[in-house]
């Protein structure tokens, strides 16, 4: 209860440092919070687009801990996640509700995504190979094309991690497609977060235009 009552505080000083900024500070950066409390789980998530990859992660689950890291480190974003979820039970809701709730931010940090690049990666590791194509347009949708060899990698079930990306478009609308393969599953998990992140941080980079990237005038 202290901890969720902290977390709680957290989010909400958070917010209020973000009112304070003044109208045209030179502080504008792209800004996704988000705290989402369910009887299973009390998460706040903070996204910074315009960051510089710092990051602070604390879901519980250690692996999954590492995986957000390679969002923040690769993407060139700021992001905060702080969760206390019922690991007790087991790692769905932890997992789920994280994706939910960093796809909602993501959303939020967006806007109405003018002048953004709006599309996106293949990126290896070791001997492991992530494709990673991603569309900001306003649409959930996931391809999900990776095989397991393994049923957990570190504190993770595997088949967890298709979840926690369609989770993650569905919050986010966006769409996703995702084909993986190689012979060490961590490598393989690994290569999609970063690539996750590298596509990312392509798709939301603003090109300096104002207009937003679709014909229908509206993402």
């Known amino acids: ?10 989010a909400l000083a958070v917010q209020r440092r973000l009112e304070q900024l003044p109208e045209g500070s030179a502080v504008e950066d ?12 009390d998460i706040f998530v903070r996204l910074n687009l315009d960051g510089a990859g710092r990051s602070f992660i604390d879901t519980g689950l250690g692996f999954f801990d590492h995986m957000l890291t390679q969002i923040a480190r690769h993407g060139g974003v700021d ?3 702080r969760v206390q979820g019922d690991l007790e ?3 769905h809701h932890t997992v789920e509700d994280t994706a939910i709730a960093l796809g909602a931010a993501l959303r939020q940090a967006l806007g109405d995504k003018r002048g953004i690049e709006r599309y996106a990666f293949l990126l290896p590791m070791d001997e492991a ?6 569309d900001l347009g306003g649409r959930s949708h996931l391809v999900w094309e990776v095989p397991f060899s393994r049923e957990v990698v570190g504190d993770v079930p595997t088949e967890m ?9 569905d919050a986010a609308a966006c769409n996703l497609n995702i084909k993986a393969s190689g012979e060490n599953d961590h490598h393989v998990i690994e290569a999609v977060f970063k690539g996750l992140a590298r ?21």
């Open 129 to 134: 190979l992530a494709h990673v194509a991603l």
């Open 30 to 41: 792209r800004l996704g919070v988000v705290t989402r409390q369910t009887s299973e789980t």
């Open 89 to 91: 039970v087991d790692e």
């Open 1 to 10: 209860m202290a901890e969720a009552e902290a977390l709680r505080g957290h």
């Open 199 to 219: 596509s990312l941080r392509q798709a939301v980079r603003q090109s300096g235009g104002s207009d937003i990237p679709s014909t229908k005038g509206t993402l």
């Open 161 to 169: 991690w298709q979840h926690f990306f369609k989770s993650f478009c």
């Open 79 to 81: 992001l905060e996640v």
